[in-house]
């Protein structure tokens, strides 16, 4: 074990991961009190050992982010999600050779989501306690038992990496979790696009078209304002100040104090570009006013229809040992029941028609749909107590 706060000393970690082809990585960052998220530590493992790297005493970690991006190294991690989006928030590099603990859990029987100190007890017989859950990791010199939870949180990965790929094995569904680890490649994942954000803001779906041209004015000028200063967007305003300013529109500061919820301070630093802001919003044309994406309303028959499958990819997927979050939402169902009935399948993106999720529960269900009978048989003293055949 070691801290590594110098590039010679990152550079033998770089080199033994190279020489290992694979290696655990967790991330501690801070993500509440800047516009992006503070990466505070990079934990790292090899078949041989657990390092922790300082990223405020090394702040350039390219050559680590080349070995975390580079194809022919596995890198396990256990919920990857944000700790991936921050690798290429920081790299521009998109992560190539991912393998997620949590995702192949849920392949395993083990249940999805089911936390890393959960899933490496029941793996490895191992308990670790979650003390430094909310310790401030930016803190220097770090204490012991900060030091020896961050290296619990990556030193048994590559371990429950192996035990569970065992398990996935004799089930013949390694290739499954696989094929799902893939989604953190996709570059698409992580790059995100803002001109949206002022429609995710609760509230807008309360305002008129130049209201919603107002709001997305003001979401706009936020987004660049937190950018600039590198703090949280509602540290700037809070959403319900936007929603309200674009409800009813200022025309100067005076208008501006006599909105709830804006204070004092953020008038006088923020009163002049806001007005510039409604401004803007004010002068789009009527003709290119934005519009609240239409909300569908499914109809009875389909929810009834998606209702039904559910309940069946539930027996399916409990049969299988595989979580039914895994596999697919009722919004997915509402989807397929509608390209269905509109012969829309041949050329559906849905998931439920794509690799292990279609080989798994989408043929049964496109069957169902189709009109094909089927028996079930219930049994309550049996385990699955559920079986059902065509």
């Known amino acids: 074990m070691s801290i590594i706060t110098d590039h010679a000393e990152l550079q033998k970690l770089c080199e033994e991961i ?3 082809g694979r290696c655990a990585m967790d991330l501690e960052f801070i993500p509440e009190r800047t516009f992006e998220p503070v990466l505070c ?185 937190a950018i600039r200063t590198n703090k949280p967007t509602k540290s700037i305003l809070a959403d319900n100040s936007l929603v309200e300013v674009s409800r009813r529109p200022p025309q100067n500061i005076a208008d501006i104090q006599r909105i709830r919820g804006i204070r004092p301070d953020q008038i006088r630093t923020f009163g002049t570009p806001m007005l510039k802001a409604v401004e803007k919003g004010m002068q789009v044309p009527e003709g290119e006013l934005p519009s609240w994406p239409s909300s569908r309303i499914p109809p009875k028959r389909e929810v009834l229809l998606a209702d039904y499958l559910f309940a069946i990819l539930k027996v399916i997927a409990y049969n299988a040992d595989i979580a039914t979050e895994l596999v697919c939402t009722r919004d997915d169902l509402q989807a397929l029941v509608r390209a269905h009935r509109e012969n829309g399948l041949s050329k559906s993106p849905l998931p439920l028609l794509q690799g292990w999720r279609k080989d798994m529960a989408g043929d049964k269900l496109i069957k169902l749909l189709d009109g094909a009978a089927f028996t079930v048989t219930i049994d309550n003293n049996a385990d699955p107590p559920i079986q059902f055949t065509a």
């Open 41 to 225: 530590l990079v934990q790292v493992a090899t078949d041989h050992s657990a390092h922790i790297v300082d990223p405020l005493a090394l702040p350039d970690l390219k050559i680590l982010w080349d070995r975390i991006c580079d194809p022919n190294i596995l890198v396990v991690l256990h919920a990857a999600n944000q700790d991936l989006d921050l690798v290429y928030g920081l790299s521009g590099l998109v992560p190539q050779n991912i393998f997620d603990t949590q995702i192949g859990a849920g392949f395993g029987g083990f249940g999805y989501p089911i936390g890393y100190g959960k899933l490496l007890n029941q793996l490895l017989g191992v308990m670790i306690a979650k003390t430094e859950s909310f310790t401030d990791w930016l803190g220097r010199p770090l204490t012991t038992s900060q030091i020896e939870y961050a290296l619990e949180d990556v030193c048994h990965l590559l371990p429950m990496y192996d035990k569970l790929c065992g398990i996935l094995k004799d089930q013949g569904r390694l290739s499954w979790a696989e094929e799902e680890c893939k989604r953190y490649v996709m570059a698409e994942k992580y790059q995100r696009d803002r001109g949206n954000d002022y429609l995710r803001i609760k509230g807008a779906s309360g305002l008129n078209r130049r209201g919603l041209a107002v709001l997305q004015s003001l979401s706009d000028w936020r987004n660049k304002e």
């Open 18 to 20: 190279d020489r290992s």
